[in-house]
Nanobody, 122 residues
Framework: VQLQACGGGLVQTGACLRL?????????????MGWFRQAPGKEREFVAA????????SYADSVKGRFTISRDNAKNTVYLQMNSLTPEDTAVYYC????????????????WGQGTQVTVSS
């Protein structure tokens, strides 16, 4: 699966952004999808995951209630709607595809997008 993430940018505190990740190459609906992020000097961390059907989701505590993951299997795309952004959300955001249900470990994902930068200014 090839993944292409986009939608990042520079915004102010309190703003919102929607990230998209388009998949190609294999059957998108065969994979659970995840979003991870990595801030400078920090390890990559789990943000959200969604089951292959889109019915089930999982979130990191730090984004619960602010971020929403969704997918459109007809468009082979997964989204991350991010609201009420804070400077602590500044990171490179990666989408990933994997076989395990709602996995939170990056090691559970087989395919990764190239990342898109999100910067939130105070």
């Amino acid at each position: 699966v090839q993944l292409q993430a986009c939608g990042g940018g520079l915004v102010q505190t309190g703003a919102c952004l929607r990230l998209s990740c388009a998949a190609s190459g294999r059957t998108f609906s065969n994979y659970d999808m995840g979003w991870f992020r990595q801030a400078p000097g920090k390890e990559r961390e789990f943000v959200a995951a969604i089951s292959r059907s889109g019915v089930s989701t999982s979130y990191a505590d730090s984004v619960k209630g602010r971020f929403t993951i969704s997918r459109d299997n007809a468009k082979n795309t997964v989204y991350l709607q991010m609201n009420s952004l804070t400077p602590e959300d500044t990171a490179v955001y990666y989408c990933a595809a994997g076989p395990l249900r709602l996995a939170v470990s990056s090691k559970s994902y087989d395919y990764w997008g190239q990342g898109t930068q999100v910067t939130v200014s105070s």
